[in-house]
Structure formats: structure tokens, C-alpha cells
């Protein structure tokens, strides 16, 4: 059973155990407890936190979700792929 994620005493979100249950992973996809330390997972976090997302619009609709493009941009708009 899932339940909604809270933060830890680090203000890291924590994750409901159930969702990860390893009865319902697919095939082939490992869970590693502990894969991260607390100061390697903070790090992680600011650096999220410290990239520049950007609004996608997608049909001269802003999509409920902010993207980053790596590379070449792929417009939702025009459907054409650019440098």
C-alpha cells in the first residue's frame, strides 16, 4: 500500500517502504538500500535543486511539468528536433 512521501529529519523526502515492495518491481529492476549516503544524497538534492527547468508547452499548452534539454531541443509544438 503506498502512502504519501513526507521529509526526514533532513528535510529529504522519505519514501513509503510499500511502494518499493518487491513484489510488484519489474523484472530485472534491483532496489539497493542504502545506495547513497545522507551527505551524497543531500549533495544530489542541491544539485536538482541548482539546474535551470524550463516550462514545456506542448499544443500552446504549458504541460503540468518542468523539463530540462540536454543536446538537441525536441519541440512539442512544431514537432521538430534542433540544435
Known amino acids: ?4 512521501p513526507g521529509k526526514n529529519e533532513n528535510g529529504i523526502m522519505a519514501r513509503s517502504r510499500a511502494l518499493f515492495d518487491a513484489a510488484i518491481l519489474p523484472e530485472g529492476l534491483l532496489l539497493q538500500e542504502e545506495f547513497l549516503d545522507q551527505g551524497e544524497e543531500r549533495a544530489l538534492v542541491e544539485r536538482f535543486g541548482s539546474l535551470e527547468f524550463h516550462d514545456m508547452r506542448m ?3 504549458t504541460a503540468r ?3 530540462i534539454d540536454y543536446g538537441w531541443r525536441y ?3 512544431s514537432f521538430k ?3
Request: net charge positive; glycine share 6%.
Open 1 to 4: 500500500m503506498y502512502s504519501a
Open 59 to 61: 499544443r500552446g499548452v
Open 65 to 67: 511539468r518542468r523539463i
Open 75 to 77: 519541440s512539442f509544438e
Open 81 to 83: 528536433l534542433s540544435e
